[in-house]
């Protein structure tokens, strides 16, 4: 092939492009995305424990374990009622696995036969109405159980200590109210026997001035 080929000689005399080089161009983006303050409902507690796991539902139509989702698994505690959710997302997609309050009736057990994983049964709420479920969670390791086992049972103690102070709180209110009541009541009471007193002090008085005027009007 002759060197004279004007293609083949342009190739060789056309300058290189780098992919870096600066070709001056300025290219202002298609659509302008504004930024978008994102909120996990998690703003006002306070997170008791963070851990790795898998979870699992009992499904009783099928008599067998279903897997919920693999993510993190947290205890969170409410900044202002002390009330203390277990909440778990799934690790990519975020998606709510679990959902529930820690009540005092609770408990967690070891799951038969397997160190690394315990069950429980919670009304939960992840799947945005309330559902009786018996949960099964699986730890990477035995003290990651333990742990989770351990603040579980805490936690719901914590609760029943709380309930406990509420109930003590609403039983002095009541109390309270309803020594006010009967101390409004009696003083009420008071004042009508006063109003009583004086209506009957009024008419003795006029059936008196009304004797007194009977036989003078006869003279």
């Given amino acids: 092939m002759s060197s004279a080929d004007p293609e083949h000689r342009e190739e060789e005399e056309a300058p290189a492009v780098g992919d870096d080089e600066d070709t001056g ?25 963070d851990l790795k796991s898998k979870l699992y ?18 205890f969170l505690k409410h900044k202002v009622t002390g009330k203390v959710r277990l909440l778990m997302r799934q690790s990519k997609t975020l998606k709510i696995c ?12 070891e799951h038969a ?15 945005g109405e309330l559902k009786d479920e018996l949960f099964c ?5 035995i003290e990651n159980c333990k742990s989770f086992m351990e603040t579980f049972q805490e936690v719901a103690e914590s609760q ?8 003590s709180a609403a039983a002095g209110l009541i109390e309270k109210l309803s020594v006010e009541e009967k101390a409004e009541k009696k003083e009420g009471e008071e004042k009508s026997d006063d109003k009583t007193e004086k209506e009957s002090g009024k008419e003795s ?8 005027e ?3 009007s006869s003279a």
């Avoid at 099928?62 to 947290?74: H, I, L, M, S």
Wanted: hydrophobic share 35%.
């Fill in 137 to 141: 969670i699986r730890f990477p390791s």
């Fill in 214 to 216: 009977e036989p003078a």
């Fill in 57 to 74: 539902r009992f499904d009783k139509d099928g008599n067998q374990w279903k897997e919920r989702g693999a993510g993190t698994v947290k």
């Fill in 98 to 109: 679990a959902n529930h309050l820690i009540l005092p009736t609770m408990s967690v057990q």
């Fill in 113 to 127: 036969g397997n160190e690394k994983s315990c069950v429980w049964h919670a009304r939960d709420y992840a799947d």
């Fill in 160 to 167: 029943k200590a709380e309930d406990d102070k509420e109930s």
């Fill in 25 to 49: 161009a300025n290219i202002a983006p298609i659509v302008k995305l504004e930024e978008v303050a994102v909120t996990t409902g998690e703003e006002d507690e306070d997170p008791i424990l």
């Fill in 205 to 212: 008085k006029a059936v008196e001035e009304k004797k007194a």
